[in-house]
């Protein structure tokens, strides 16, 4: 078990009708908040959430404003092979795991252009378990690039739990990135999510050791400026020596991965504003 996303990231300042354009990172939306539609399907290899499963995965969201400062979000999820508990565990090669999550995130403060938000909610991950959820979101947008930090955390209610001495305590992950408007419809950035970010502040016995993923993203507005398409990847990589919070599949088996082991996540997403 692990979460929470602490998540910086600069944009193009594209229409908020065409949603964020990152795949990891929600920033409240600037201006008037519209209802939003986004596919989100990826690939991945020794994944960890909330990147999704190992590979094929694929989660559907709706984002609907209720007033001018409160952002509903609700989304649901499939994957084949994704990630599972113990140390070593077989499993059907065509396994499918699903998710559902909803999230309420209110705006509490603007000043200069920044909003703060902050959200509650509750998860059912893809590793069986129900997850109460909050987060907390710092986000500017202007017509070159857009800022967002977000710190996301997890606690586990029921289920399944990577580790049993997690059950005491929240999970957290921290991401950040930027992007920069290159031309009025397109925009470059990098995206950073860093999982299990509390094993980097204090010793929790076996918790378990960060994982991090590090990769380049695109985001392109589409004919008729009401959708945008972002794609994104790169590598993901652990640190420290004990508990790996990751899983490599090797045939039918979900394996650890180990320190300085290395996955993979490509994500292509569509968001269309309604």
Known sequence: MKRIVFALVVSSGVAGAQGRPFSFTVPFPDGTPQTVARYDGGWGNGTFEPLGGDHIQQTTELDAPLGSHVLFMASGGLTFEGPTEGLAQRQDRHTMRNMESFETLVDVLRFSGWHLAVSGGVRHDFDGSIQALSRLSLSRTTPIWTFAANLYAT???????????????????????????????????????????ESLLWARGENGDAAIFLGPLASFTLPGRRARLTVSGGPILQTGNGYAPIYSTIGKYSMPLHSGQAGYTVRLAVSVGL
């Open 155 to 197: 606690k586990a209610i029921s289920g399944a739990v990577q580790n049993p001495r997690d059950i005491p305590w929240a999970d957290f992950t921290a991401s950040v990135g930027a992007t920069a408007k290159i031309t009025s419809g397109f925009s470059l950035g990098v995206e950073c999510v860093m999982d299990d970010t």
